[in-house]
């Protein structure tokens, strides 16, 4: 399978820069140098101006599931015509949607303020994305060593937690606060631990001005790809640094490993263009591409819609830790990538204490990415439940219609047994999604 074409990409971190192979991902822990990084200054682009000649999908009332837009009230003023736009779009798709312009200070204040919408609202509140300066609730990980499961120490590590948001009736306590790096840091999670809702953030970027310029960039593209304006081609690419590939047998299992195993995402892998691009030593770059040339290629080409990388990451660098792709915020910023959702299996690449992480220059750079999916710390992925790994539990979901947030919900909510549950919480704790989980794959979109 070779490269053919680019559109739709998926960043989503599912583990430390593993590439698909015939070892599932997040059997190893990785680490994250802390870096900076600004997103560069562009001027807007004729795409960031809301067609006038589109009209949004006809409205299907009455609404099936409620969205919160949790709001920072710094910006909402400059970016409510956007927000206005978005509500309608999401009209049109069966949500309702409450707007709260938020000045809380602490992640227990945005908590029970979504508990409280959660126990509320009709119909059924279904996600939020946590808009500009949200309080980040912080998450210190923890998972022993087990003969057995071939689990090494997983942590300790410190990092933002989404599933604090999510998890709307699960105990989070503190056991030992001196250890946290930041106060008010949790690190126990018990009780009923599954995620009630998604959630989903737009981050605040250096200032009110670039935040407010970012997003609203970011809504006209949204609309945009709502409407039909501007959609990549249908495709999948997996990109896999590292890899010690050196006969044209191994490439070619691999790339048969990666599109229909029981680790693949099918059945999206073999959806549309289809490319698998892994470093190896055979010389010969046409048939047997090596990562960093097919990624490149694939991420500005329009040609797939959705990718998964697989590369050694930090906050702001793609393969920070060795193999064929370097990629930074400043390359993504000057470059258009022709992708929707992206899949990023690199550790840290979400890392929201970092500004302007690389998931974020994803989404805020002026390309197409509509969702990057990552971790904000050391990641393994989301692991295998009772119904098996989540590439194919997520995969097959988003192929019969699903939202990627309620693909994701059904994935991490089914029950772990064994050694998945025993680390559980290394899979979920520091998964982050920039962007809008109320997207679809575009055949099922208005």
Known sequence: MRIAALGLVLLLAAGCGQAASQTPPGESPGGSPQATAELQSATPPESATLPESATPPASRIPPEGTIALVIDSGIYPGIAASVAQFEADLAGEAYAVIVKESGMSTPEE?????????????????????????????????????????????????????????????VYSRSDPGSCDHAGCYDGHTGAVGSEIWVSVLPFLTDDATTIDRVNRYFARNHAYRIGADRPMKGFF???????????????????????SSYAWTPIASRGNVGVFLDNSLGDPVSYPQAADGFETALLSGDYDFAEISAHGSPTVLGAQGGSIKINPAWVSGHRIRATFVWDLSCSNGDLDVDGNLLTAFVYSDGDVLLAAGATGDSGGLGTNVNGFFRPNIGQALAAGETVGEAYLGHINAPYEGCNLYQREYFTAPTVFIGDLTLRLQEHMG
């Not at 300066?133 to 998450?139: E, S």
């Open 238 to 260: 997996l990109a896999g640094i590292g890899a010690s590939i050196d006969t044209p047998q191994k490439y070619d299992d691999q790339v048969a490993f990666s599109t229909s």
């Open 110 to 170: 945005v908590r029970d303020y979504l508990r409280d919408t959660y126990a509320t609202a009709s119909p059924p509140l279904e996600g939020a994305i946590l808009i500009g300066d949200i309080p980040k609730p912080r998450y210190r990980l923890f998972v022993p060593a087990k003969a057995g499961c071939n689990v090494a120490d997983r942590g300790p590590e410190e990092y933002v937690s989404m599933q604090f948001y999510q998890d709307l009736d699960g």
